[in-house]
């Protein structure tokens, strides 16, 4: 019994393998929550620096009694609550950027253009009317809560480039080298 299980454990392994190296999809995915860690982290630890010492009730602020003081002082707070919204708030929009650039990238499309359009795709998604009829974002989808989202309209919005637009010229880096142009790849 364990050699049957043992077998189509290894099966599932190579398996995985096959798709990280070979799926462009896997791909374009690490490559965009690559990019998308130092957000997180920094949002992350900067809320873990707000509720642990700038929370009334929290553990270390009753130990050290900071609760008397951060009444008087609740101007620290202001910094670590922007810090925190600016990172993790706006994660769905910044993975639909990666993703488009990433795919047209892949793809060999111009990723510069799909990359903003990407983001401006997202942004429209994430629109709604008020009841007064004022136009606001939608706080949900801009969130952590929708990256799986905006991974998904970044890959379309990568694919439509893929499919419409035209392959990018790759320059030669030797005549770049004698005209002092230099390509990052």
Not at 11 to 34: D, M
Not at 45 to 56: A, E, V
Not at 66 to 89: A, R
Not at 142 to 166: E, S
Request: no cysteine; glycine share 8%; charged share 10%.
């Amino acid at each position: 019994m364990k050699v049957i299980v043992q077998s189509k454990l290894l099966l599932f392994g190579q398996w995985i393998t096959r798709v990280q190296t070979n799926h462009p999809l896997y791909q374009i995915i690490q490559r965009s929550l690559t990019l998308l860690f130092p957000f997180v982290l920094i949002g992350s630890l900067s809320q873990l620096i707000q509720l642990t010492l700038f929370n009334r009730h929290s553990f270390i602020a009753s130990i050290f009694h900071f609760s008397t003081w951060l009444t008087k002082h609740n101007y620290m707070q202001v910094p670590f609550n922007s810090l925190t919204s600016l990172t993790l708030g706006i994660m769905a929009a910044i993975a639909a950027f990666a993703t488009a650039r990433y795919t047209a990238k892949y793809y060999g499309r111009d990723e510069q253009l799909a990359s903003i359009t990407g983001l401006v795709a997202y942004l429209l998604l994430a629109l709604r009317y008020t009841p007064n009829g004022e136009l606001t974002f939608n706080a949900n989808l801009l969130g952590m809560g929708a990256l799986f989202f905006g991974l998904l309209v970044g890959y379309l919005v990568g694919l439509v480039f893929r499919w419409l637009g035209k392959a990018q010229q790759v320059a030669n880096p030797i005549t770049a080298q004698l005209w002092g142009v230099h390509w990052i790849r």
